[in-house]
């Protein structure tokens, strides 16, 4: 019997010990990330954001392609070269991204890039475009727009809420993105994702080459938690159009509330379409766009 009980405590103490290392890892890096939050939260108003020239006449009305969690402004290489050539187009690195990977996602860091984006091309009007984080970050910024600049928005993949079952995803899968960053082949794995979605290869090299940061997932997403973004919606007084692919469930789930929110809702559905629609559908993604800004352009701009 005791040596029964003898072997049970040496079993349990196996399977513990290693438990205990990846639990103190974890720990060791929610810390890390912590101070490099802390460090965005404190020093991203007055970063020097970078800011991509923009060709075209000064006046020009410019889109602004927000991309989603993990990749880069090259993202949008399929949609951009589809847009019509009247426009000015300028795809961010969102802070924690590319160019920006010194430090972590944020919405206040992302508003203030978003601030010194309106100001580099003022007085022109624009509109944000986002999918996925790039979709909340475009609820999430708007404000910081001058209201006689926005004319709209395109949310696409970004019509559900991260509450309780979020913050538990995010408690579980954390530690295990910043494994799978340190472990893998990040390029082999995600070009291959990106050929899924049917990317040819000069575009999937370019977003490859810009940069991508499986690091900046979780952290995004920690960001984003709790925020009630349909009360974004509702202080925005512009076009909002809201996309979503049928097949992307969480973000259909919360559609007809995102949509009650915004002051002037337009909706669109890519259907037999999962999350990502602008990388999975660029050219009528694209024309999504062009419509829409061909109408909001031509309106006149919300009073100050």
Request: with cysteine; hydrophobic share 50%; proline share 7%.
């Amino acid at each position: 019997m005791k040596r029964g009980r003898r072997w049970l405590r040496l079993g349990l103490a196996v399977i513990a010990l290693p438990l205990t290392a990846l639990l103190l890892a974890a720990l060791a890096v929610l810390g890390h990330n912590e101070w490099r939050h802390a460090r965005t939260l404190r020093d991203g108003a007055a970063h020097a954001w970078p800011m991509p020239a923009l060709p075209g006449e000064a006046r020009a009305p410019v889109i602004v392609l927000l991309h989603g969690a993990g990749l880069n402004g090259r993202a949008w290489d399929p949609v951009r070269r589809r847009l019509e050539p009247r426009w000015r187009v300028v795809a961010l690195d969102l802070p924690g991204h590319a160019a920006d990977r010194a430090h972590v996602y944020t919405l206040q860091a992302a508003a203030a890039q978003v601030a010194a984006l309106a100001r580099t091309v003022a007085p022109a009007p624009l509109i944000l475009v986002g999918d996925s984080l790039g979709g909340y970050t475009a609820m999430g910024t708007a404000s910081a727009v001058p209201p006689a600049q926005l004319r709209g928005l395109v949310v696409a993949g970004a019509s559900a809420t991260m509450g309780h079952r979020s913050a538990l995803a995010y408690l579980r899968d954390a530690p295990l993105v910043w494994a799978m960053a340190a472990t893998i082949d990040v390029r082999r794995r995600v070009g291959g994702l990106l050929q899924t979605m049917g990317y040819a290869e000069p575009d999937r090299r370019a977003v490859l080459d810009a940069g991508v940061e499986l690091n900046a997932v979780p952290a995004a997403v920690r960001d984003l938690l709790y925020v009630d973004f349909r009360a974004r919606l509702a202080a925005l007084d512009v076009p909002v159009l809201i996309t979503n692919g049928s097949l992307d469930e969480r973000a259909v789930s919360q559609e007809d509330d995102y949509a009650a929110a915004a002051k002037r809702p337009l909706r669109h559905r890519f259907e037999g379409c999962e999350h990502g629609v602008s990388m999975r559908r660029p050219a009528e993604f694209a024309r999504l766009v062009d419509d829409f800004a061909t109408r909001v352009f031509a309106q006149a701009p919300s009073p100050t």
